[in-house]
């Protein structure tokens, strides 16, 4: 009996280990975990938005010319002009901002940012005009440069102005100005200036000093040290402010923004619900609650129902209300009055 007993237990230990090779086998590979989400954004995402506005700019976008307002979104590709007169200041998503004074133009090349992220990049054409800049994150974690006609500046955490002259091109003669002021608080960083090509013209690391890139020979592009009247330097002062002044509005404008749009920005609060539909002004009627006009067995509109009142409603067959046989239940019925007693005949 005992060698039965153990036949039979290591068969079914035999069994059990067979079915649970079987099922190790049947079980599904874990699936591969996704990789973490590009920091680029998408194409119709915003990178920015509109910070100051004065007089008249535009937005070229899709090959289509369209007026700016305060607040606008700002998009990968665009591109921004002011006319005579104006000013306009512009926020990134990192706080970078570019302020444009009269008959300026810039376009987004390449704007690629992620907080705390190590391959932050962005890339902006100043085409014409005097331009103020204040980089901001991108500058400082990843690699931020502007592009002019003749010359490309990497900019490394800091304040600038950069003008270009109307009608500068790759190989003219007119000479493009770059400069370098302190930041908000005082720091000052640096801009690394490069020819087209890439070759390293030179950098600028102290406050209020400039460049200006000129033509030389053989098509070659030197870049000359620029003395600053004072008269220049109190302009670009002016610049300088409103520089920074549009970052910190533009820093406020773009958490606005960004916030709307986590919140579903089409929706105007108090008047949808969760998932879309629209909620009716006014008061909101509860079912069951008003009766229906003429319902058999409740009170008509407007007179407050009592329910459990007794009398309010009664139905055929209700205990206490009819007894059976159709008797009708003594005291609801008035008993015929007495009759008055008989007068007997006087004698």
Known sequence: MTRHRVSFAAWLLCCLVTAG????????????????ADAQPAADDPIGNVATLTGNATVTRSNASTPLKLKDD?????????SANSTLGVTFNDATTFNLTANARITVDSFVYEDGG??????????????????????????????????TLGIRGTTGLVEVPEGTAAGGANN??????????GKVGRIEINDRAGSRLGFLTQGASGFTIRAGAGGRFAAVPLLI???????????VRQVHAAQNFGRQIVTQRQIQRRQNPSARPGLQRPGGRP????????????PRPGQPG?????????????????????????????????????????????QKPAP
Do not use: C, E, H, W
């Not at 090779?21 to 973490?36: G, I, L, N, V, Y």
């Not at 493009?176 to 608080?185: G, I, M």
């Open 21 to 36: 090779s079987a099922f190790a086998q049947a079980q599904p590979a874990p699936a591969p975990q996704s990789a973490p």
């Open 279 to 290: 909620q009716q002004p006014g008061p909101q009627r509860q079912q069951g609650l008003q």
């Open 74 to 82: 700002i998009f990968l590709n665009d591109v921004l002009q002011t």
């Open 229 to 239: 009247s004072p008269q220049q330097a109190l302009r670009d002062q002016g610049f």
């Open 118 to 151: 190590k391959a932050n990049a962005a890339l902006f054409n100043v085409a014409k005009g005097t331009v103020a800049f204040v980089a901001a994150a991108v500058a400082k974690s990843g690699d931020m440069k502007i592009s002019t006609p003749t010359a």
């Open 298 to 342: 409740l009170q008509p509109p407007g007179l407050p129902r009592q329910p459990g009142r007794p009398g309010f409603q009664r139905q055929l067959g209700a205990p206490g209300l009819q007894r059976p046989g159709g008797q009708i239940r003594p005291g609801l019925l008035r008993r015929p009055a007495a009759a008055a007693p008989r």
């Open 176 to 185: 493009v100005a770059v400069k370098l002021y302190p930041d908000p608080d």
